[in-house]
């Protein structure tokens, strides 16, 4: 042995690196829907609160769309991976990529909304 390398500090290997190939995401009509439907649940929900606070609702408009976008396509990667075509199923896998959001959002909503009870109540 006549280089003096330890064993757990071995020389680095090279490692042959090419990016995956670029995929189109297919979607179907019934993917298009979903979105249709999401996006007029925001619309509404933003027409709601521009009655009480303009501010509220152009923030409601904007991160809702940045959440029903995210998950949109993380639910179409999901389906590009494990096809699905029953529209009941693909609606499914649609909603499950909103929990974790719909939890989330609802969490932090509720401990904001808590806080500003709390601090009407206390003085």
Request: hydrophobic share 55%; charged share 10%; net charge neutral.
């Amino acid at each position: 042995m006549t280089t003096l390398h330890d064993i757990y500090d071995p020389p680095p290997a090279p490692i042959p690196w090419a990016p995956p190939k670029a995929e189109p995401l297919n979607w179907t009509l019934g993917d298009l829907a979903v979105l249709a439907t999401f996006s007029t649940l925001i619309l509404g929900a933003s027409a709601l609160a521009w009655r009480i606070e303009p501010t509220m609702a152009f923030l409601i408009l904007l991160g809702g769309t940045l959440v029903i976008v995210e998950s949109w396509f993380t639910a179409l990667g999901f389906l590009h991976r494990r096809p699905m075509t029953s529209l009941s199923e693909r609606w499914k896998i649609f909603i499950a990529a909103l929990v974790p959001w719909i939890i989330g959002l609802g969490m932090a909503a509720a401990l904001m909304l808590g806080l500003f009870y709390l601090s009407d109540r206390s003085s």
